[in-house]
């Protein structure tokens, strides 16, 4: 560990310790929570165990990236099979999303040959084109209602003010394009299909059949919502929105089609700890439930409970409020979950705050921000899900190797 006035250097050889650099450093005089002689190994940016990705960038820096570790070798592999998920989360792609205009190319900078990968990291770039920081200069001495500015700068003393730095959601590119490789991974090796739509938008409530929705219903609408009625709804209350100064959240709902029983596992990295800890970790995310969720406070043990019976090769059950998941493990049934997001927390309407030195002081937001960030969460929701699930098949491949 390093020093920067001169204190004692903690032992090279516990550095990687988290626990231990702490005790030192407390026993030091350092103050808990922000110890400012240690080099810093606290910042969430790597997920995920065997299928690991870690992200990297900041919103108006040169650009914001992602390096894919634990990806098998010779998996087809091409810059177009990321910029498909990208391009659904790029910004200005509808009235409906911020106007800030990005083409969001991804360039993949190692990990392939050939069209195959390699086995060795993969490194994807992509540069901010339109990056404008000046446009945040107001917000230099300003912490944003609801927004990670004190808090970050509580924790490391330090914050990027263009844009919410490395806090904003276009951190998020480096989760698509992981994404978007697991997806062909998944694809390839088990045929698991992941899909996700927003289901709802504040009041404004969908019906879709889990079932059977596609991706190119979900695409057919620039709400992501595969349900026309409701998306006509949704598209009117956003602008309303917008025009009003104001902002929106809602749902996104995903399933997972031929997910094979196994992946998971009892206690703590259940499969569907393992997706919550995905989903919320996401911007703007606010909760997390699979299959009855919440609603099986409602209903009896007899009404819950998923009857097995025989299918064509596994037992099957003929309801699934499990969510495809008992026990912390999948049991061959379709995932289906859902995410709820609040509404976007810059808003161009007056608040009350207080500036750096804690003085009160009134904020007016300028820049270019979403409305609804429902629309660009879909492929969000889809990638933590197929970073989490590749990352489960891969621990399974280690378990599964003799014969049962």
């Not at 190319?105 to 770039?125: C, D, K, Q, R, Y």
Request: hydrophobic residues 35%; charged residues 20%.
């Amino acid at each position: 560990m390093l020093s920067v006035d001169g204190t004692p250097d903690i032992d090279s050889e516990t550095s990687s310790n988290l626990f231990v650099a702490y005790i030192q450093a407390t026993e030091k005089g350092l103050k808990p929570g922000r110890p400012p002689h240690l080099c810093s190994m606290t910042v969430g940016s790597t997920f995920g165990s065997l299928f690991r990705i870690s992200t990297w960038g900041e919103s108006h820096g040169a650009g914001v990236g992602v390096v894919v570790d634990g990806c098998p070798p010779r998996l087809p592999l091409t810059a177009e099979h990321l910029q498909a998920d990208l391009n659904r989360r790029r910004p200005g792609q509808s009235s409906l999303t911020t106007q800030r205009s990005e083409a969001d190319t991804a360039e993949i900078l190692s990990g392939l040959f050939e069209g195959l990968t390699t086995g060795s990291p993969i490194a994807v770039l992509v540069r901010n084109s339109d990056a404008d920081p000046a446009s945040y200069e107001h917000l230099r001495s300003i912490y944003r209602p609801s927004h990670a500015d004190y808090t970050y700068e509580a924790k490391y003393g330090v914050r990027d003010w263009r844009g919410g730095g490395r806090s904003s959601a276009r951190e998020t590119i480096g989760r698509v394009a992981g994404g978007a490789v697991a997806r062909q991974l998944l694809r390839e090796a088990v045929g698991i299909e992941v899909l996700a739509w927003v289901s709802q938008v504040h009041t404004i409530t969908s019906e879709v059949n889990s079932r059977t929705v596609s991706l190119e219903q979900v695409e057919s609408d620039p709400t992501r919502c595969p349900d026309p009625g409701a998306a006509a709804a949704i598209a009117a209350t956003i602008d309303a929105a917008r025009s009003d100064g104001d902002s929106l959240g809602g749902i996104v709902t995903c399933v997972v089609r031929h997910v094979p029983p196994g992946l998971g596992d009892p206690v703590f990295d259940r499969l569907e700890a393992d997706l919550a800890k995905g989903m919320l970790s996401l911007p703007a995310s606010k909760g997390f439930d699979i299959g009855s969720g919440f609603d099986a406070v409602t209903m009896t043990g007899l009404e819950h409970n998923d009857p097995f019976v025989p299918g064509e090769r596994s037992p099957t059950t003929t309801s699934n409020h499990s969510g495809g998941v008992q026990g912390g493990i999948s049991n061959g049934s379709d995932l289906l979950f859902r995410v709820a997001f609040k509404p976007t927390a810059t808003i161009s309407s007056p608040q009350e705050t207080v500036d750096i030195s804690n003085s009160p002081t009134t904020l007016e937001a300028k820049g270019r921000h979403d409305p609804c960030v429902l629309p660009r969460a879909v492929p969000l929701v889809e990638s933590m899900a197929l970073l989490t699930l590749a990352d489960h098949w891969l621990r399974q491949q280690a378990v599964d190797i003799l014969p049962t």
